[in-house]
């Protein structure tokens, strides 16, 4: 039996007039045997397929049918529909009401039946929905969904689109092209909406400005659009509609049935979950995104205010007493303010390259230009360049032999020594010792600067790489804060890692490593050197 | 320094064309280049420079890469395309790519803004020097502080011991060589020693470098002869220019 053809109503009812002409039949035929009191009792057989094969209707059908062929046939007088016993009066009306009861009962439980099965199904591909939109990759997820309900509904085709306002902006479809067609140019007259307006005038029209051109559907579109195959469920977010999915039965299938649209505004509305859940971590990003800006630009101030204010006193003390006409400077003199100036303005140059790579490093921009290098020709580089501002300090170098070439951003890595030593120097005593070591170790390279200044404070260690933040209670910090923040950016941009601890005995050692093996490149020089 | 002003003095007359939009900069130029006898022809905008290089000729060109009409990479382009004019290129922190690239099309030098005064006279001397002698690798005998290459042997001596190097390595300093006191890039370098197929692979010369570096440096961890040159390349330092 067709599946389709069971549940069309007049199918029903025609099955349950048969039922009960078999039935008929079948009692004439005992009848012809032995003389059966209770016969019409089998009437109930009939009642009772009818409900359980086709609900409620065909089963009150088959009682008053049954009522009426057992009165007709069975009852004296034959043939009529006169009843002269009063016995069989009751016993046609309990077959009346047995058959409409029985037909209730098992109609209302075939309807249960059908329900629960419409659940499970509901259930299952809700289910299916939230796994597959659990894809980090979007497209995928969506396509996989569409894809889903696709052969769930058998349709031809399932396309999901989000609009403009929503999180985020995916197409995905799936079903044969034609179809797909079709469901695109349904969407079409939706966008025009959006995009729509008032057509300008004539005197706006000669205005300079952006006018979106309005065009109507013409009247296929229209026509096909008006076919019942295609049909669109919208997706909300927040009670607003930001995309739909849109759906083409196929040719000559049946319209959805109230079980299907309940399950597509099912999956309609957890498509809209798990949209706003997406947009309630973006914002949830941007806000933290937004406080940590708003966070640096107050330091920054602060770093501009002070620090940028510093080296610039002087250098305009320096400038505008060279520039004092009624006082005669001695040559020594004017040496010094010569001096002063290049100094603070070479400060005021070291101070503005880390500000341009802090906003790099906040910015996610740092794109190290590796190259192999030798890490010892780098430090003692910049232990020459930095000899001025090391000149009251020890400073002593250890670096290992044979420590091989080390993958890195000259530049950059140049830039972390550099910032190491200057904060050792700034904050230890003149006179104590510094020392720098590089040594290989296991699949990196660490490099070490030590001092034997005061230490730092427990409770300040975890915070001290942090952006403008000074280790120092006195009110005298000679720093700006930024040099270990640049440090520990240009380190992580590298996939290396930098600590800083107390050392035994007194004084702090900062510490980073850098990996030492990319094997490709590596690989590829060490067969090009032994070759 | 007197001295080596008197020398510049001397010297003199050398014209140099000033491509810099930023008036601070030009102003300082003008008077310190001025003060060391040369002829200074500053212009703000790339097209100016371009007429100025035509119809001027200048010995050296200083130039911005920042500038508000032309990239100064086509300014470079279109001198080389003319003639070996010197030029340097004057850009700021963070703009290495652009510099290298810069360098890369025959720009001679850079200057990193801010730059000293002391070190913008050196470059400049190296510069004119190269137009004056530019083939200072074909020596038989090339000497620098104790470092000697007798390139009719193939033979390299430090102090006066002989030090073998592999052919890689000695290709490597005759390219440093060649060219004293000019900064080389690492494109370059690695193109001249591995050929133009190697142009990308820096690996190679920088692991080449550190162990050149330990065979002629008194310290390799000092190297007084191959300076790096971060980012950028390297430069082989004899001090000839200022001997000059």
């Not at chain 2, 060109?61 to 279109?78: S, T, Y």
Request: proline letters at 5%; hydrophobic letters at 45%; aromatic letters at 6%.
């Amino acid at each position: 039996m067709n599946v389709s053809s069971l549940s069309r109503p007049w199918f029903g009812y025609l099955c349950a007039l048969a039922l009960t002409a078999l039935v008929t039949g079948a009692v004439a035929l005992i009848r012809v045997v032995a003389e059966v009191g209770n016969a019409s009792m089998l009437y109930l057989l009939a009642v009772m397929a009818s409900a359980v094969l086709f609900g409620r209707g065909p089963a009150i059908l088959a009682s008053i049918a049954s009522f009426l062929a057992f009165n007709f046939f069975f009852v004296e007088p034959h043939y009529t529909l006169s009843v002269t016993s009063n016995d069989e009066v009751v016993s046609l009306l309990l077959l009346l009401i047995a058959g409409v009861i029985t037909g209730q009962l098992t109609a209302l439980l075939r309807q249960r039946a059908r329900e629960a099965q419409s659940r499970e199904r509901e259930a299952v591909v809700l289910y299916d929905v939230v796994r597959l939109m659990a894809d980090p990759e979007r497209e995928r997820a969506l396509t996989a969904v569409a894809e889903r309900i696709r052969t769930e509904l058998e349709l031809s085709a399932v396309v999901i689109v989000f609009g403009k306002q929503s999180p985020i902006r995916v197409q995905a479809d799936t079903g044969d092209s034609e179809a797909i067609a079709l469901a695109r140019e349904a969407m079409g007259p939706a966008e025009m909406v959006l995009g729509g307006g008032q057509a300008p005038t004539a005197s706006q029209r000669g205005q300079p400005g952006r006018w979106i051109r309005v065009v109507p559907p013409t009247a296929r579109t229209i026509a096909r659009l008006r076919s019942d195959r295609v049909r669109s469920v919208p997706v909300n977010l927040r009670g607003q509609p930001v995309g739909s999915i849109i759906l083409v039965r196929k040719h000559g299938a049946r319209k959805f049935s109230p079980a299907n649209d309940r399950l597509l505004s099912a999956v309609a509305h957890q498509l809209g979950l798990a949209l706003e859940r997406l947009s309630l971590q973006r914002e949830a990003t941007e806000a933290e995104v937004l406080r940590r800006t708003d966070e640096l630009r107050k330091a920054l101030l602060n770093a501009v205010s002070h620090d940028l204010r510093t080296p610039l006193s002087s250098i305009m003390a320096s400038a505008g007493s060279l520039r004092q006409d009624d006082v005669s400077w001695t040559e020594a003199q004017r040496g010094e303010f010569a001096e002063a100036i290049e100094t603070e303005a070479e400060r005021l140059n070291r101070l503005v390259g880390n500000l341009l790579d802090l906003s790099r490093i906040e910015a996610g921009s740092i794109r190290p230009e590796k190259s192999w290098y030798d890490l010892g020709s780098l430090i003692n580089e910049v232990a020459g360049r930095l000899r001025a501002v090391t000149a009251g300090h020890k400073l002593i170098f250890d670096i290992s032999e044979g420590l091989p070439p080390v993958l890195f951003d000259y530049v950059e890595i140049d830039q972390v020594i550099t910032n190491l030593i200057e904060n050792a120097v700034k904050y230890t005593p003149a006179g104590t010792e510094i020392s720098v070591s590089a040594r290989a170790a296991g699949d990196e390279v660490q490099v070490q600067v030590a001092d034997r200044g005061p230490g730092i404070l427990e409770a300040a260690i975890p915070r001290v790489l942090d952006a403008f933040f000074r280790a120092s209670d006195s009110g005298t910090a000679k720093g700006s804060g930024l040099g270990l923040a640049v440090a520990k950016g240009l380190v992580g941009a590298h996939g290396g890692r930098i600590r800083v601890e107390n050392r035994e005995g007194g004084g702090a050692r900062f510490v980073f490593t850098l990996p030492l093996h990319a094997p490709e490149s590596e690989a590829a020089a060490q067969k090009k050197e032994t070759a | 320094m007197t001295g080596s002003v008197q020398a510049d003095a001397r010297r003199g007359g050398a014209r140099i064309l000033v491509i810099e939009d930023e008036p601070g900069i030009v102003r300082a130029l003008k008077t310190n280049l001025s003060a060391h006898g040369f002829q200074v022809e500053p212009v703000d905008t790339g097209r100016a420079g371009l007429n100025a290089y035509k119809r001027r000729r200048p010995d050296l060109i200083l130039l911005d890469l920042g500038l508000p009409d032309i990239d100064g990479k086509e300014i470079v382009r279109a001198v080389r395309s003319d003639g070996a004019t010197p030029i340097i290129i004057l850009s700021v922190r963070g703009a290495e790519r652009e510099k290298v690239e810069a360098l890369d099309l025959g720009a001679d030098d850079y200057l990193t803004k801010p730059f000293g005064v002391d070190e913008l006279l050196a470059r400049i001397r190296v510069a004119l020097r190269h137009t004056a002698a530019p083939d200072a690798g074909a020596e038989p005998v090339f000497r620098t502080g104790e470092l000697e290459i007798d390139v009719s042997q193939r033979l390299v001596r430090v102090a006066g011991s002989e030090v073998h190097l592999s052919p890689t390595e000695y290709e490597l300093l005759r390219a440093f060589a060649s060219q004293p006191d000019k900064l080389i890039t690492d494109s370059m370098l690695l193109r001249r020693v591995w050929g133009p197929e190697y142009g990308d692979e820096a690996h190679y010369l920088h692991v080449y470098v550190a162990r050149l570096r330990k065979k002629i440096e008194p310290d390799p961890q000092a190297p007084r002869y191959i300076i790096t040159e971060p980012g950028v390349g390297y430069r082989f330092v004899t001090n000839r220019a200022s001997l000059a």
